[in-house]
């Protein structure tokens, strides 16, 4: 080799170095997270919850994920387009919200292979996407017990957003909570057909007030209930978080959920190479539901009982969908003996004993 191609083979060398040292130093780029929210992120509720655990997946990761979320996406069309574009965007997961969405995200999970997508409170799933949902009937349950040990008038009052299974078996097991303490309890309910709509929220709450309600909850996703029952001195259970700074003196308990956990969980999956698809359903005994802390007012007895129930919940030891039970129509929908199985509860069409009315379209 003659000195000149000696040189140059010598600068090549140290240039492939140097190349090969400054791309090994340099960062590596976040990996990007998308979320869909239904409504308002605000400063309670179902959204609020879920940006919680937004917040909680990028301080799991210190830096390594960033993510980005859009609020206030109708079901439907719009959050087919939004999706579509937090994928185009490059977001290696993506997390949809609200049950309206699942169609959406399989029409877009289709063209995008390469993207996990997760979607709450579905059942239909993908090669490239999964299915979560949390236990909310668990802590419904105890709330009804709360409910049942409390209430003079022995009726309550549920503002319920649309008549699907999730919120049908949530009307149903807090009826049944609050009848194994006060079995000639009453539970009444007034549809929204709306996800969050604070006025006609407000508006069913006083109406179920002025039937003779004297205990509150709701599926929906404002604080319109709570803030209704702490005006008329009325008790009530919050939902999705707690809502107890909105109700200081109405709030009881209530049903919180806990999705942070989880989502650090699934992205970790997915950036091991290790993500499958799934069906997640957890409850009290995996953390993604709990009991909010107890008002003021709640008893030390009745606080006591709670707890108990809600331990053997959690241990498997107790379920509120355990027979014998019919529904309201009197056909027997769980044999003695028996626990309501998942795949039933998921198709879950029909009132318990002690719901007043009938359900919509039955």
């Not at 539901?289 to 959690?314: M, N, T």
């Amino acid at each position: 080799m003659n000195r000149k191609n000696l040189v140059r083979t010598t600068l090549g060398a140290a240039a492939a170095l140097v190349a090969a040292s400054l791309t090994a130093a340099a960062p590596k780029a976040p990996v990007k997270v998308g979320f869909v929210y239904v409504g308002p992120v605000g400063n309670a509720g179902w959204t609020y919850q879920h940006d919680l655990a937004r917040k909680q997946l990028e301080k799991d990761f210190k830096g390594k994920v960033t993510t980005t979320f859009v609020e206030n996406v109708p079901e439907g069309a719009d959050s087919e387009r939004v999706i579509r574009e937090m994928a185009r965007g490059g977001c290696k997961v993506v997390f949809t919200t609200s049950f309206g969405y699942m169609n959406p995200t399989l029409a877009v999970a289709k063209a995008f292979p390469g993207t996990v997508f997760m979607h709450a409170t579905g059942y239909k799933t993908a090669p490239n996407v999964g299915i979560y949902n949390a236990r909310f009937y668990e802590c419904r349950y105890l709330n009804g017990v709360v409910a049942g040990r409390m209430t003079k008038s022995h009726v309550a009052g549920i503002v319920a957003a649309f008549p699907i299974p999730e919120v049908v078996m949530g009307i149903n097991a807090f009826t049944r909570g609050m009848r194994s303490v006060d079995p000639a309890a009453k539970v009444k309910v007034i549809w929204t057909n709306s996800w969050f709509d604070p006025g006609k929220e407000r508006e069913a709450a006083l109406t179920l007030i002025s039937q003779g309600a004297d205990m509150l909850t709701h599926d929906t996703d404002s604080t319109a209930v709570i803030q209704a029952a702490e005006e008329k001195g009325v008790g009530a259970f919050g939902y999705n978080s707690d809502e107890a700074p909105f109700g200081p003196h109405a709030q009881l308990t209530g049903t919180v959920h806990l999705w942070g956990d989880f989502y650090t969980k699934t992205v970790k999956a997915v950036l091991a190479g290790t993500w499958k698809t799934e069906n997640v359903w957890g409850g009290l005994n995996k953390g993604m539901v709990a009991l909010a802390p107890f008002g003021p007012s709640v008893p030390k007895d009745v606080q006591a009982q709670v707890l108990k129930l809600r331990d053997q919940i959690s241990a498997g030891k107790l379920h509120p969908f355990t027979g014998p039970f019919t529904d309201q129509d009197g056909k027997e929908r769980v044999p003695a003996g028996k626990r309501i199985s998942d795949e039933d509860l998921d198709k879950m069409n029909y009132y318990v004993p002690g719901v007043d009315g009938k359900m919509p379209n039955s």
